[in-house]
T-cell receptor, first 112, second 115 residues
Framework: RKEVEQDPGPFNVPEGATVAFNCTYS??????FFWYRQDCRKEPKLLMS???SGNEDGRFTAQLNRASQYISLLIRDSKLSDSATYLC?????????????FGTGTKLQVIP | SAVISQKPSRDICQRGTSLTIQCQVD?????MFWYRQQPGQSLTLIAT?????????ESGFVIDKFPISRPNLTFSTLTVSNMSPEDSSIYLC????????????FGQGTRLTVV
């Protein structure tokens, strides 16, 4: 089983639609969770952190479910500019050791 | 936060040669990471470079092929040795912070094409 798993998509959605991505992780001791966005031929950039209490930033909502070991990203009112690959990132640390694990990414294409 | 400068941004290399990629951070960081992203794929960790100790390589990656230097807390290099077309990829450096897991910051990436 992969450490972090995502549906690769692509998700093709019309403008204005709501779309949700899930990501599951295998290491129950993981402590930090993020969603990153990667545009074509660019480096990944932080979209938002993910907390158990939920995290909302405008049209984006991220949620962590520790019991089921998954995180989610909800995008409301999709824009053309939301088209990108969304990477789930899970971080485990212990003492001075830190490991960052990426999901394979979910590709989103918002169509006019 | 951290600002990371990575160079070269791209290169086209002959098979059998080696390329060294540099990563400079604007602040001192304990851990630096090197990733590879093959076309259409996500990021795969190559190794973790810690200052003052040897790099730790992930399964499938070896020091002879990807030697890493970490001379100080703001700089690291990754060398792709004896390149073949299969090494064509984007290589990214990243930094993390000790003490608590923080978000990951990335360099702009090096797009390598081996011909």
């Amino acid at each position: 089983r992969k450490e972090v798993e995502q549906d690769p998509g692509p998700f093709n959605v019309p403008e204005g639609a709501t779309v949700a991505f899930n990501c599951t992780y295998s290491n129950s001791a993981s402590q930090s969770f993020f969603w990153y966005r990667q545009d074509c031929r660019k480096e990944p950039k932080l979209l938002m952190s993910v907390y158990s209490s939920g995290n909302e930033d405008g049209r984006f909502t991220a949620q962590l479910n520790r019991a089921s070991q998954y995180i989610s990203l909800l995008i409301r009112d999709s824009k053309l500019s939301d088209s990108a690959t969304y990477l789930c990132v899970v971080i485990f640390f212990s003492g001075g050791y830190q490991k960052v694990t990426f999901g394979t990414g979910t590709k989103l294409q918002v169509i006019p | 936060s951290a600002v990371i400068s990575q160079k070269p941004s791209r290169d086209i290399c002959q098979r059998g040669t080696s390329l060294t990629i540099q990563c400079q951070v604007d602040s001192q960081v304990t851990m630096m990471f090197w990733y590879r992203q093959q076309p259409g794929q996500s990021l795969t960790l190559i190794a973790t470079a810690n200052q003052g100790s040897e790099a730790t390589y992930e399964s499938g990656f070896v020091i002879d092929k990807f030697p890493i230097s970490r001379p100080n807390l703001t700089f690291s290099t990754l060398t792709v040795s004896n390149m073949s077309p299969e090494d064509s990829s984007i290589y990214l450096c990243s930094v993390g912070f000790s003490g608590q897991a923080k978000e990951a910051f990335f360099g702009q990436g090096t797009r390598l094409t081996v011909v």
